[in-house]
């Protein structure tokens, strides 16, 4: 037996002795639920079953090997369980996911003899933060109000924390009372409120509780900074990250994650590279580990800007790739148009599926689709398009739907692509029938463009309906159906929409500079114009003819 041979290989037979070993073993070498099967066996046939630190440590390891019929029975057989050990069957449930049976069990422990602590309150109300437990929240937030804990720093700043996880629309609302009415707060306290900020949407809001703050941590840093990319204000983001250099606070690889999201997202080549160069000599050349995410990160950064080979260059010296890694990639060769190489990376992931337990997802089958629309192979997304139900059980969705109907109607198969349309589960969005009217433009069908027409008129609001408009349009003056242009024309005029201008941006020298369709807000535009101008004569002198039918609305302006 592993326990006897222990023991008698250390030649113990003294009860003390015998206890310090028993728990030696359990913190040390207790690495399977037999061994720990055969310590419970002496550990009752010694008596020892009344040690409040022994039975903590047992429950702990029959938790933590999933062990919880084990578990609760050693636990029901405990006459008066004092509140460790109330605290590690409670954490138990916590940690395996049974957040509403530690909840149940803290409302027996509110019958015993036992008296919650700080401990108690800090694993239920992280547990019902996790599991969504609000009603079951606000029930231990008032069994805490009316208890001594009511000013305990942890515990308020887990109910904080609940709050804005758990608390809905007005969970910050409810989070900002708590936090208001504590004597003293920490830096935990401030970052969970932060972040309540952003997750209902109030950057603003989220700037001035960071403005406020007494203390910064690299988590406050990160949270403005994910939470500014995740927003869409990608340059703010950025500019925090300037800032928190300038103060010299040490950035993490979270910090850098968030940081290349909006470098991907503007563009911003130059920072990327410098956070590559950053993460190789702080990271990869003192052999520290790297985040999977990290990587993940480089890939789609180096993707978004354009350095497709770059990216392809780091996910080949992956060593570990989790499924964002593979559809990155995908992703990345799809958007360049490498259709052949997007299919062939999927092939790859393919063949290390079983051994690597990794399986394609929604987002993964996006990619593909993608890559099938802009190489045009019809056959090649058919299939796979099927494939997503048939081998891998995954539902399409409304995405999924509309990279087809952009597959197949670029390739003028307008009518496969219109049947496709009226078979969907689901109720066609605008940008279904944006890729049906964009193939009618290209094929000049004029009937079918006219049947997406009714639809733009019906059911889209005006202001998203604006560019549909302008491309139903251009159907018609395609076909040089000049009195529908002008009907069509009317129609935005009668419903008060317009189409919003194009938005483009170019980095030099380390700024960024945007740029709106007839722009001349820019300080040198007169040069910006003057070198339009010679590029525009320059690919006359190369026999280009420009599209103008595009444009026709817009002339009408």
Not at 84 to 110: A, D, P, T
Not at 467 to 475: A, I, R, T
């Amino acid at each position: 037996m592993f326990v006897e041979q222990s023991a008698a290989a250390h030649g113990i037979t003294n009860a003390r002795f015998l206890q310090q070993h028993i728990l030696f073993l359990l913190h040390h070498r207790c690495k399977t639920i037999r061994h720990l099967a055969q310590i419970h066996g002496h550990i009752t046939a010694n008596g020892f079953t009344s040690k409040s630190f022994v039975l903590v440590k047992l429950l702990a390891l029959y938790t933590s090997f999933n062990n919880f019929p084990g578990a609760h029975q050693l636990f029901d057989q405990m006459d008066n369980p004092s509140t460790s050990v109330w605290n590690q069957i409670l954490r138990g449930y916590s940690i395996g996911g049974n957040l509403r049976k530690s909840f149940e069990l803290f409302n027996h422990m509110g019958r015993s003899l036992a008296r919650p602590d700080g401990h108690t309150y800090n694993f239920v109300i992280n547990g019902c933060a996790k599991g969504g437990l609000f009603r079951e929240g606000e029930q231990v937030h008032g069994r805490v109000m009316k208890s001594s804990f009511c000013s305990d720093i942890y515990v308020m700043t887990s109910l904080v924390d609940f709050y804005v996880k758990s608390g809905g629309e007005d969970g910050v609302a409810k989070a900002k009372l708590v936090f208001d009415e504590m004597p003293d707060r920490n830096v935990v306290t401030w970052n969970s409120l932060l972040l309540g900020f952003f997750r209902c949407g109030d950057v603003d809001g989220a700037r001035r509780i960071f403005e406020e703050m007494p203390v910064r941590n690299v988590v406050s840093w990160t949270t403005m900074i994910a939470g500014c990319a995740q927003k869409g204000r990608c340059k703010e983001s950025l500019s925090l990250f300037r800032s928190m250099q300038k103060e010299d606070i040490e950035f993490d690889q979270v910090t850098l994650v968030a940081v290349l999201s909006a470098c991907a997202e503007l563009g911003d080549l130059n920072l990327g590279k410098y956070i590559h160069s950053y993460i190789f000599e702080s990271f990869a050349y003192r052999r520290k580990p790297i985040l999977i995410s990290l990587k993940n990160s480089l890939i789609h950064m180096y993707a978004s800007c354009g350095e497709i080979e770059a990216a392809f260059g780091i996910f080949k010296r992956m060593e570990q790739r989790t499924i964002v890694s593979w559809t990155s990639m995908i992703t990345g060769f799809a958007k360049h148009g490498y259709g052949d190489e997007a299919l062939s990376v999927f092939r790859w992931m393919e063949t290390v599926e079983k051994e690597s337990n990794i399986r394609p997802d929604k987002v993964t089958f996006l990619g593909l689709l993608c890559a099938c629309t802009h190489s045009g192979y019809v056959n090649e997304g058919r299939h796979y398009f099927r494939s997503m139900t048939v081998d891998w059980g995954i539902e399409p969705t409304i995405e999924h739907y509309g990279c087809m109907v952009d597959l197949l109607s670029r390739a003028g198969l307008l009518d496969e692509a219109h049947e496709l349309v009226k078979s969907m589960p689901m109720k066609p969005n605008d940008v279904v029938w944006g890729a049906l009217l964009s193939g009618c433009r290209i094929y000049k069908s004029v009937e079918l463009a006219s049947d997406v027409a009714h639809w733009l008129t019906e059911e889209l609001e005006p202001q998203r309906a604006a560019g549909y408009f302008v491309l139903l349009s251009n159907v018609y003056a395609a076909a040089k159906k000049w009195e529908d242009v002008v009907a069509v024309r009317r129609k935005m005029l009668d419903i008060k929409t317009k189409k919003p201008p194009g938005l483009s941006w170019i980095q030099i020298e380390g700024s960024i500079y945007e740029f709106m369709a007839g722009d001349r807000s820019h300080e040198n535009a007169r040069m910006i114009y003057d070198v339009l101008d010679e590029i525009t004569k320059e690919a006359r002198c190369q026999r280009y003819v420009p599209c103008f039918t595009d444009a026709f609305v817009g002339i009408l302006d």
